[in-house]
């Protein structure tokens, strides 16, 4: 099946975006746009508040099958079904990059207003130095889709979207050859 090659060629940066994030057993975690539910997966082996939410009801449903600790939900990622400052740790992996400019912006948004103060956030998603295979498989998801993701990269990726948002970056690494960049930040204090 589709969805298990990704899998499997996501499974390390799905550990290091759970290494980075080092989430304890009591911690409330949610993992936005979670798709299939593999990071969530990971989390759930970490901590037993485990929560994964994603617009794509069939999404939900390849996640509610891996039978594991966390809890899933159909949901808008730009008005998450949660009260502010609920989470100990929020994370996305390779969605922003398929939103528009605003979408992205709202959805960062609602990330930050349920994450705990000094809570954890991880954004993991394309670099910008990227090996030209990674258009073309873009560009197959459809035109929309590809145009999100030229937008992502023209307005300079992760990095943008963390000063945009006013986050302070605590830790960065990457994964699969470098093209997925994952960034570890919190909000700032004022």
């Keep these: 099946m589709l969805y298990d090659i ?4 996501l499974r390390e940066a799905r550990m290091k975006i759970c290494e980075t994030l080092e989430i304890k057993n009591q911690d409330r975690v949610l993992d936005v746009c979670c798709g299939t539910g593999a990071q969530a997966s990971f989390f759930s082996k970490k901590s037993d508040f485990v929560y994964g939410i994603d617009l794509d009801p069939i999404m939900i449903g390849f996640a509610l ?4 600790g966390a809890n899933f939900g159909v949901a808008y990622a730009e008005c998450l079904p949660f009260p502010s400052g609920f989470f100990d740790a929020v994370s996305i992996s390779l969605a922003l990059h398929e939103k528009d400019e605003q979408l992205r912006r709202a959805v960062v948004s ?5 994450v705990k103060k000094n809570g954890k956030i991880i954004i ?3 670099d910008t130095s990227l090996p030209f295979f990674v258009g073309i498989i873009e560009k197959l998801a459809g035109d929309y889709h590809f145009d999100c993701f030229k937008n992502y990269l023209f307005k300079g990726g992760l990095e943008a979207i963390i000063k945009e948002n006013h986050l302070e970056v605590e830790a960065e690494t990457s994964a ?3 093209i997925i960049k ?6 700032y204090e004022n």
Excluded: H, P, Q, S
């Design 65 to 68: 099958k891996r039978k594991t």
């Design 124 to 126: 993991a998603d394309y």
């Design 110 to 114: 609602e990330i930050k207003r349920v």
């Design 6 to 9: 990704f899998d499997f060629l």
């Design 176 to 178: 699969v050859m470098g």
């Design 182 to 187: 994952i960034i570890k930040a919190k909000k």
